[in-house]
């Protein structure tokens, strides 16, 4: 089981890696249009209702992933379920489109590509605010879409993977602070943080490790973290983006225009402000921190399963 758990992992992640995500049909979209579905019987304008919704449907997941878990073979059930989970190379591929549009000053296209990567206004952003909106997307989605569910496979097998993956998607649908969600999304947008509280964390180190990929400094970006995160809205989000404007040396942060609102960030790290080549640096910064977490995230399932077996062994027999 130890070298099963950390197989799985491991092949979930070579399966994002070589294909991605599927074009049609993906389970995590299909999960998105199911809460949809079900928010027209559950919506109410309070609390209550949005955290019976949330409730539900992560519940759901839990025991399908219980029970994906207690079949023959369960490590394929996890590669399965961590391949569903990650996004990864999704992201990278249409951060290197975004570089590409930019380097051609399309911007045009770069505003059309905007929604496959965060859910800020495209109108509101010229060529400057796409390249600060990409870097600061590939950012965070190290964290959400790659290194987070990495470490929840790891600790929770294929219930803490789906759990996890849903409750992403969810905070993504309803976790915003529009009229609409303010009330209804707060359960899910709160337990989301707590999910990815321990994940970003790990991120942001793993940032710091990876910064000589990109002529980076880990001290850069460890200090950037410790200095900038903290005012940041996102208590997780503010980690990955400070360490990452460390590691490239720029300054990201500032007016932000979502549909429902207009937000003015802080400001993170002390860099120039970021130019199209740091689009590409991001990528590559963000393949490097992938790759190391998934090493992390192997090691961690063989030294939990080990952990768990030797437990067992020198449980007294009574």
């Known amino acids: 089981m130890v070298a099963g758990t950390a197989a799985g992992i491991a092949c979930g992640y070579l399966a994002d890696l070589v294909f991605a995500d599927p074009r049609r049909g993906h389970p995590v979209a299909l999960f998105g249009s199911g809460a949809a579905r079900l928010e027209r019987l559950t919506y109410r304008d309070n609390r209550a209702a949005g955290t019976a919704h949330t409730g539900l449907l992560l519940a759901g997941l839990a025991l399908l992933g219980v029970a994906a878990q207690r079949r023959n073979r369960p490590h394929l059930g996890l ?15 249409v951060g290197d489109r975004m570089a590409d549009l930019l380097a051609a000053d399309d911007v045009d296209g770069a505003r059309a590509l905007v929604p496959s990567l965060c859910g800020r206004d495209p109108a509101s952003l010229d060529a400057a605010g796409l390249t600060r909106a990409t870097v600061e997307s590939l950012a965070e989605n190290t964290s959400d879409a790659q290194v987070a569910p990495l470490l929840w496979a790891a600790v929770a097998g294929v219930p803490g993977v789906l759990v996890y993956r849903g409750a992403n998607t969810l905070d993504a649908m309803i976790g915003h602070r529009s009229p609409r969600y303010l009330r209804f999304g707060w359960a899910a947008a709160r337990f989301d943080d707590v999910l990815n509280y321990v994940p970003a964390r790990v991120t942001g180190l793993l940032v710091a490790m990876c910064a000589p990929v990109v002529g980076g400094s880990p001290v850069a970006a460890l200090r950037a973290w410790r200095r900038d995160a903290a005012r940041h809205p996102s208590p997780n989000a503010g980690v990955v983006e ?7 040396g720029v300054r990201l ?7 429902h609102q207009l937000e003015i960030r802080p400001s993170l790290g002390n860099g120039r402000a970021p130019e199209v080549a740091d689009v590409g640096r991001a990528v590559r910064l963000s393949r490097a921190v992938q790759g190391a977490a998934a090493l992390v995230a192997v090691a961690a399932a063989g030294w939990l399963s080990g952990a768990c077996r030797s437990g067992r062994r020198a449980s007294p027999r009574v």
């Open 253 to 259: 942060g500032g007016p932000t225009q979502y549909a």
């Open 242 to 248: 400070a360490s990452f404007a460390g590691a490239l």
């Open 79 to 93: 590669a399965a379920a961590t391949y569903v989970a990650l996004g990864g190379t999704s992201l990278n591929r």
